[in-house]
C-alpha cells in the first residue's frame, strides 16, 4: 500500500503479486472517491492456507489534491 500511495498509482496498478519472494500471495487495490478532494484506496491480500482462500484488507486516504501538486 506504501508504494502505490508513495508513487501515486492506486489508479493505474490495480492487481499484483509478490513475486518470487512470496509465491502464492496476490493483491488488488481499490481506490474510491471521496468528500474534499480524499480518496479512500483499499487494498485487500489474498493466498491459500489449508485449501481455502484467505484475505486481509487495509484501507487508508490520501488527499488526491496534495498528490496532484507534487
Excluded: K
Excluded at 16 to 26: I, M, Q, R, S
Excluded at 43 to 53: D, L, N, P, S, Y
Amino acid at each position: 500500500m506504501n508504494l502505490l500511495v508513495s508513487t501515486g498509482n492506486w489508479s493505474s496498478a490495480t492487481t499484483g503479486d509478490f513475486g518470487n519472494e512470496h509465491p502464492g500471495y496476490g493483491w488488488t487495490c481499490q481506490s474510491a472517491a471521496r468528500d474534499y478532494g480524499v480518496q479512500e484506496i483499499q487494498v485487500t491480500v489474498t493466498w491459500q492456507e489449508h485449501g481455502r482462500e484467505r484475505q486481509v484488507s487495509l484501507s487508508t486516504m490520501v488527499n488526491n489534491n496534495a498528490t496532484e501538486a507534487q
